[in-house]
């Protein structure tokens, strides 16, 4: 039981990119380059941005919920989120953000504080949320947290 919660847990924070945001990307590859096109000063630069980030949204989605060097994978999906968020989500650049009434920097501004969230997620699990925990990871970054393991208590 206690290694499917743990399972679970993870599934539910790489759920957004495993399989939504990858395979979106990969049914609507044009649509993302062209949207990356907004950012990138040329396609094949956007082409390059979206199939990097396929490759970060897949392989380390997959290193977290194996438990191998889930610690670094973390922390790149932590970085992840911040620079889409830095990048794509940049609410004080609209316009029109209002607290009240129809806004869309408001909108997005919540898009921003999500991902920022997602972040400090990925950077809990990766054990950055304990200055022991920080020491850990760099220790040994590409360590794993075992997060399968069931260890005996003691009485």
Same mark, same amino acid.
């Given at each position: =039981?206690?290694? $499917?919660?743990?399972?679970?847990?993870?599934?539910? $924070?790489?759920?957004?990119?495993?399989?939504? +945001?990858?395979?979106?990307?990969?049914?609507?590859? +044009? !649509?993302?380059?062209?949207?990356? +096109?907004? =950012?990138?000063?040329?396609?094949?630069? @956007?082409?390059?941005?979206?199939?990097? !980030?396929?490759?970060?949204?897949?392989?380390?989605? $997959?290193?977290?919920?194996?438990?191998?060097?889930?610690?670094?994978?973390?922390?790149?999906?932590?970085?992840?989120? =911040?620079?889409?968020?830095?990048?794509?989500?940049?609410?004080?650049?609209?316009?029109?953000?209002?607290?009240?009434?129809? +806004?869309? !920097?408001?909108?997005?501004?919540?898009?921003?504080?999500?991902?920022?969230?997602? @972040?400090?997620?990925?950077?809990?699990?990766?054990?950055?949320?304990?200055?022991?925990?920080?020491?850990?990871?760099? @220790?040994?970054? $590409? !360590?794993?947290?075992?997060?399968?393991?069931?260890?005996? =208590?003691?009485?």
């Amino acid at each position: =039981m206690e290694v $499917l919660v743990a399972f679970l847990v993870r599934l539910i $924070l790489v759920l957004l990119f495993l399989p939504f +945001s990858a395979l979106d990307k990969i049914v609507n590859f +044009s !649509g993302a380059v062209c949207q990356a +096109s907004e =950012m990138a000063p040329s396609r094949t630069l @956007a082409k390059l941005l979206i199939l990097a !980030g396929l490759f970060v949204e897949i392989v380390m989605s $997959l290193a977290i919920l194996a438990g191998l060097a889930d610690r670094a994978a973390a922390v790149v999906l932590a970085l992840y989120c =911040m620079a889409t968020a830095l990048l794509w989500k940049r609410f004080w650049a609209k316009g029109d953000f209002a607290f009240t009434g129809p +806004s869309q !920097g408001r909108e997005t501004m919540w898009d921003f504080l999500k991902n920022f969230a997602l @972040a400090g997620g990925f950077l809990v699990l990766a054990g950055c949320g304990s200055a022991e925990g920080t020491r850990a990871f760099l @220790a040994d970054p $590409l !360590g794993s947290t075992h997060p399968y393991a069931i260890t005996e =208590m003691s009485p």
